[in-house]
């Protein structure tokens, strides 16, 4: 059976975290004299008291958590954490509906990055920080964050947890131990986050929104501290420094590791994922470039900035924009609907399908034409070398089949509600990516999502969270069998 004393103490331990952060927004109102103070401190007591309560019910805890203990667990620290995130909003009457305000929180959690705000620039400084902040700290998982710092506190259920939490379907090791790995891991996403916060710095922001702008962009979130996202800049510059660390971030952080701190770049482009990655963001970035010339008059230089920077935000599952896609030729709205299903690379902050488990996908047709003709070869699949054993094959079906049955009957109940069949099946593949943008002018960049109904918004964030955990981390909960007896 489920290990409940273990699971309360480390989501107790969690709770002293999120405290925390709260904590450090308590200081950002104070500095700029908000009215956001109260709201957060009383958030910060909430769940410093709350974490006290779960430490003390998990107080007889053995550091020995299952496989069952772990999926249990990654899931109920997200709810848990979306939970007492959302308070800052509600206690200080910025998102006075609870429905709204967990939508929010989940989706800056998820680093999904929709919102049902139609304005973010009356906000205080500490609460557009804290959005900023859900949004960074969910990139690489709440409890991955944990693994780095607390190594202790899973004890031996650090690899369960990490299985639970991590995306992709091929997990590669940088380090025998997973608690050094996960170091090197948050390493890299912080240097890309001071890299990209004085890139921005330099490119002429304020320290708050270079700060509030690079936490987002690299894990690829999408929220901003102004309605008109990078586009309220209007440079170039911060547009191309945005391209760059979201492409970054796209990649894994395995290889990322190999080659900054291993002087391995080579093997970066040895990588069968990496490769997909950039053919798809060159490929796609030169040919809607082509029908931006051709089709709506953009010079050569607009139309490559923002082709690049459209194809690059969504193959992340960023979701930013800074062009308006909806005035595009439609063939583009397709093509920016497959990369949000696609996605990035595995490993990384992004969300989607993944390139690495579209390379497995084209290996395994390739396998299938060449065995029409050599009907009794082996043909294993093999990917940067290494055999794809046959239960990662089916795994990898699993998941096609549930993503797309997903997408679907989400979709189907967005019609159902009133919007229209093509919105539907964009808004519903874009909160399962993680991507968080639609290309209607009713929903997604231009627009909030605040006018779906609030039965449509509770779907939304659990799209958003099985989403985030790759699905079968959540779905794994909803069946018999997780909850009968070993």
């Keep these: 059976m489920v290990n409940f004393p273990l699971v309360y103490k480390i989501i107790g331990s969690l709770l002293f975290l999120l405290g925390t952060m709260l904590g450090l927004c308590v200081a950002i109102s104070l500095y700029y004299g908000e009215d956001d103070m109260m709201a957060f401190l009383i958030s910060t007591i909430f769940t410093v008291t709350a974490g006290f309560i779960f430490k003390y019910l998990g107080r007889n805890a053995t550091n020995n958590l299952s496989r069952r203990d772990s999926y249990l667990l990654v899931t109920a620290t997200w709810v848990v954490f979306t939970f007492f995130g959302m308070m800052p909003f509600l206690i200080g009457g910025y998102i006075p509906s609870v429905t709204d305000a967990f939508f929010e929180t989940m989706s800056g959690f998820t680093t999904t990055g929709a919102t049902i705000l139609d304005s973010v620039e009356w906000l205080p400084h500490g609460i557009l920080y804290w959005r900023t902040q859900t949004q960074w700290i969910g990139g690489l998982g709440i409890v991955f964050f944990t693994i780095a710092i607390l ?11 990490f299985a639970a939490e991590a995306t992709g379907p091929m997990r590669s090791k940088m380090h025998p131990r ?3 790995m996960a170091k090197w891991i948050w390493t890299i996403y912080l240097g890309l986050t001071i890299s990209c916060v004085l890139s921005f710095y330099l490119c002429d922001m304020d320290w708050f929104d270079s700060i ?5 962009t690299t894990a690829t979130g999408g929220f901003s501290t102004h309605n008109d996202a990078t586009t309220y800049f209007n440079s170039p510059s911060i547009e191309y420094v945005s391209v760059l660390f979201m492409f970054l971030a796209g990649i894994n952080f395995t290889m990322l590791y190999l080659a900054v701190f291993k002087f391995k770049v080579g093997a970066l482009f040895k990588s069968s994922e990496f490769k997909l990655y950039l053919i798809l963001v060159i490929g796609v970035t030169l040919f809607i470039m ?3 010339m051709t089709r709506n008059g953009y010079g050569m230089e607009r139309a490559f900035r923002s082709a690049l920077f459209h194809v690059v935000s969504y193959i992340t599952t960023t979701g930013i924009f800074n062009d308006d896609a909806a005035m595009w030729p439609h063939v583009t709205w397709v093509i920016m609907g497959c990369l949000m299903f696609i996605g990035a690379c595995s490993g990384s902050t992004t969300g989607g399908f993944k390139c690495i488990r579209l390379v497995m996908v084209f290996k395994v047709l390739l396998n299938e034409f060449n ?5 009794n070869a082996v043909l294993p699949v093999k990917i940067n070398g290494q055999t794809v054993s046959q239960q990662k094959l089916s795994t990898l079906l699993a998941f096609f089949a549930i993503f797309t049955f997903m997408v679907m009957t989400t979709a189907t109940i967005m019609i159902v509600s009133g919007i229209d069949p093509t919105n539907s099946i964009v808004i519903s593949l874009s909160l399962i990516s993680n991507v968080g943008a639609s290309l209607s002018t009713e929903v997604g960049p231009v627009m909030s999502w605040g006018e779906l109904p609030d039965y449509i918004k509770w779907t939304c964030s659990f799209l958003m969270l099985v989403g985030r955990l790759e699905i079968m981390s959540v779905l794994v909960l909803f069946t018999r069998a997780f909850w009968k007896d070993n």
């Design 151 to 161: 190594p202790s506190m899973v004890g031996n259920g650090s690899v369960k947890v």
């Design 290 to 292: 082509y029908l931006l």
């Design 178 to 180: 997973l608690s050094t």
């Design 371 to 375: 065995r029409i003709l050599h009907p």
């Design 212 to 216: 509030n702008y690079a936490m987002t």
